[in-house]
C-alpha cells in the first residue's frame, strides 16, 4: 500500500508534534502507513557552535528572531529526502529512467499573518504527496528565509499563540482525515460540518423515544431519497440560521454554479476556480457571475446582457482598478470596459475542455519531469517572444512546480504547465524537436496530471492559432462555441 501523504515538520519542539499525533486516528493512520510523519529539529541544523537558532531583529523591537540559516538548511535537508524517496520509488517499480519529481512539495509556514486555514483548504492539501510544516517560534523567522522557501503562509485563527506547534498539529489533523483509509468508514469525511460549507444535520441514535422526544419520524421511512432532502433542508436552515455567513457563501456558489453550468465548456475556467475553492464571489444569479480568482488575481465576469455587465463591472473595487486584469465571456462586455477604463489590451481566446475522466496518456517513453529553477532563463529565452509572461510570471510557476518539462538525452526539448487560474498552457516546443509529437504528449501528461488531482483540464488558445486548436481536437478536448477576452 503507498502512503497517502508524507508529512514533514521543522520545529524547535520535534517531540510536542510527534507524541501529539501519536493516539488515537492518526496514531492508527501512522501506524498502518496511510500517513507519515517526520519531524525535524531545526536546531540541529545550526552551524553556530552554541546551537543558537535566534537572535535580535534589526532595527529594535521586543523578542528575538529565528534566524535564516537553520530554517534553510533544515528545508533543504527535508526536499533533499523528498527527492531521494521519491527517485527510489520510481527506481523500485522499474519504471521509466527519468525521475518525475511530481513538483516541489509545498512548505505551509504557519502564522497568524496567513490565510485562515477552512475545510476547502483541508481538501485541497489532502491531494498532495509531501506537505512540509515550517513552525515558528519567539516573535517569527527572517523575511528572507521565509521568501525563499515558503509557498503558503496559513492561519489557524485570529489569536496569537505559542508557537507553529499546535496550528501545524490542527492542521495535519484536519487534512489527515481527507486521505482515503485514514477514516474507518470513508462516507463520514465526505458528508459533515464544512462540507460545501454547510453544517451538519442533526443526528439520532437508539432509543427512538428518550424522555419524551421522538426521532424524527422520516429517518424511519426507509425512503433514502426522502432522507437525503430531509438532510440537505436541516443541514441548509441550519447553517442560515447559525452561521448566515457561511450559508451566503454556499448559496452564492450554487447560485454560480447554476448559472456557469448553462455553458460549461464556455465558464469552465470559472467553474474551475469555484470548485478548487480559489474563488471569491462578488455576485452570482441567473443573469451572471463576477468572481475574483485570488491566484492569479484576474476579475471573471460573465453575464447575459450589457446591463448585467455593467452592474457587474461597477461592483469591482474601486482600489482593485489600477492593476485589473479581468477574463470577460462576451463581446459586449469588452466595449464596457474600454468605455470605463479607458485604453484596454485584448487578448481573444477559444476555451478547450477535456470533459472525459480517464487520461489519453500511458506510461510512454518520454522523460517529462517538472522543470527547475535554474532553467528559468531558457524557459524564458522560448517564450518572451509571444509577449504574454514575464520572466518573473515563468519563475513563479516553476517555483511552484507548475512547469514540466519534456527531456531528450538530458536536455530540455519542450515544456508547458499550469497557469495560476488552472488552465494548461505555456506549452511549447524548442525548435530542433519539433515535429516528433512532443507538444501533444506533453499535453497528454498535463491532462493526466489534472485529472490525478480531481480537476477538469482546460486551456485557452490564442483565437487564429489553428496549430493548436487542432492540437486541442486531436487529443480529444472539445472547444466552447464562442471566445473569451483577457483584458489588461
Ligand atoms: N502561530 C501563532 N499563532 C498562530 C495562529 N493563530 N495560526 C497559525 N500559526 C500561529
Redesign the pocket.
Known sequence: MSCGIHFHILTLFPEMVSEGLASSILGRAIQNGHISLETVNIRDYTVNKHKKVDDYPYGGGAGMLMQAQPVYDACMAVEERIRARRAGQMGSAGEAACIDMAGRARVIY???Q?RHFNQSMAEELAKEEDLIFLC?HYEGIDERVLETVVTDQ???????????EL?AMVMIDAISRMVPGVLKNEESAEFESFHDNLLEYPQYTRPEIWRGMSVPKILLSGDHAKIEAWRLEQSEERTRRVRPDLYEIYSRKERALGYLMRDKLGHMDMIEAIRRGQAHIQYADEEGVLLKDEPSGAWMVSAVDVDMGERLLSLIPRKERDHLLLVVHQKFLVESIARRFGKTYVNVCRQAVYTRKTAPWQEEDFCIHTIQEEEVDAVYHHYAYHGVHSREDLAQRIRAGEMYGLYEDGQLAAFGGFHPEGSMGMLEVLPAYRRKGYGAALERYLIARALEKGRTPFCQVFEGNEPSLNLQKKLGLRLASSPLYWIS
Not at 496559513?154 to 507553529?164: A, E, H
Open positions: 504557519v502564522t497568524p496567513g515558528g496559513v492561519s489557524i485563527g485570529d489569536y496569537v499563540l505559542t508557537g507553529g496550528p
